[in-house]
């Protein structure tokens, strides 16, 4: 079975920086993209960045500037590099992987790692 676990969250100052990973166990045959995405308490969850199968990425506004995704070239992690982080940020955040299934799709999800940035 294909496992996703999160590490590299922690507590951080703000404009400090983390760098998460994903580590995917497994094998996928047909991934459509790979994606981090965050939930703060009382908040929805939200993507954050996304990378698809020919390496083309994109970012949610609130990360833009700040944050890089990239995975291997095996597809066998993903990378969240977070840089410049503001008290906003804190959440859990949680590895996604959307892949074709029959003629649809669904997703793999990691656990989630917590990211705190406070003074």
């Known amino acids: 079975q294909v496992q996703l676990v999160e590490s590299g969250g922690g507590l951080v100052q703000p404009g400090g920086s983390l760098s998460l990973s994903c580590a995917v166990s497994g094998s996928i045959s047909s991934i459509y993209f790979m994606a981090w995405y965050r939930q703060a308490p009382g908040k929805q969850r939200e993507s954050v960045a996304t990378?698809?199968?020919?390496?083309?990425?994109a970012y949610a506004d609130s990360g833009k500037g700040r944050f890089t995704i990239s995975t291997s070239n095996a597809k066998n992690m993903v990378y969240l590099q977070m840089n410049s982080l503001k008290p906003e940020d804190t959440a859990v955040y949680h590895c996604n992987v959307r892949f074709r299934q029959n003629r649809g799709w669904s997703d793999y999800w990691g656990q989630g790692t917590q990211v705190t940035v406070s003074s």
């Open positions: 990378i698809d199968s020919g390496g083309s990425t």
